[in-house]
Structure formats: structure tokens, C-alpha cells
């Protein structure tokens, strides 16, 4: 993530557990009306944009493949939830979220959508 970018913070849970993945580690929230994914993968969690960037495949409905990407389940794109790369080699980019887990609970951080970002 760019450290120029300016983030909302938004609390998902209490705490990882309380997130209650499904058998794919995938699960989907939303947040201030915008749904997105959160993975949970060797015990690091992810967030990535809902739909894949290809044909609009639910990301949710995919699965994590033993690399760590996760998986379209409509043509089997690949992503890295690192850093939101095709890793399969289409060269589309998937959008990724910051995920903190504090002291008092798991956060995932949008983009601030103020007209004035620009500005700062």
C-alpha cells in the first residue's frame, strides 16, 4: 500500500475468531455499503474487492489455491492478496484493503473519498 493514501478505519470484529470463515477461508462483509472479501489464509487475514476484475466473478464463491492466491471460481484467475497481481498472467490487478488486527479488534481501512484528497 501507497503510505501517501489516506484510510478509514472501520472495526469488522472483536477479534479473528469472531469472523466465522467458511471451509474456503472466504467470506464476505460489508462495510459502509461497499461489500468486500476477507480471506484468512495460514493465519493472515486479506481483503480484496468482492468481484474479480476480469468478468466479475464473486471472489467469495472461489477458493484459495495452496500458493495463497485467491481463486475466481468463473475462469480460475489468480490474485496474490499481498498485493492484488494476476499471478496466473492475464495482467488484470485486484484491488486489496489494509487489514489491522489491534488490541480491540480486527480493522479493515477504505480509502477516504474526499474530493479534497488530491490537495494533500
Known amino acids: 500500500m501507497q503510505s501517501d493514501k489516506?484510510?478509514?478505519?472501520?472495526?469488522?470484529?472483536?477479534?479473528?475468531?469472531e469472523l466465522n470463515f467458511s471451509t474456503n477461508g472466504i467470506i464476505e462483509i460489508t462495510i459502509s455499503n461497499?461489500?468486500?472479501?476477507?480471506?484468512?489464509?495460514n493465519n493472515l487475514l486479506s481483503a480484496c474487492a468482492q468481484k474479480c476484475p476480469h468478468a466479475g466473478?464473486?471472489?467469495?464463491?472461489?477458493?484459495?489455491?495452496?500458493?495463497?492466491?485467491?481463486v475466481c471460481p468463473?475462469?480460475?484467475y489468480k490474485f496474490s492478496l499481498?498485493?492484488?497481481?494476476?499471478t496466473s498472467g492475464e495482467g488484470y490487478y485486484l484491488k486489496i484493503f489494509p487489514v489491522?488486527?489491534?488490541?480491540?479488534?480486527v480493522f479493515i481501512g477504505l480509502e477516504e473519498n474526499n474530493l479534497w484528497n488530491w490537495l494533500k
Open 100 to 105: 489491522e488486527i489491534r488490541n480491540n479488534g
Open 82 to 86: 499481498q498485493n492484488g497481481r494476476n
Open 74 to 76: 468463473l475462469h480460475r
Open 34 to 41: 461497499k461489500t468486500i472479501c476477507v480471506a484468512l489464509v
Open 6 to 17: 489516506k484510510y478509514k478505519w472501520h472495526k469488522v470484529a472483536d477479534n479473528v475468531a
Open 57 to 70: 466473478g464473486k471472489l467469495s464463491d472461489g477458493f484459495i489455491d495452496a500458493t495463497g492466491n485467491i
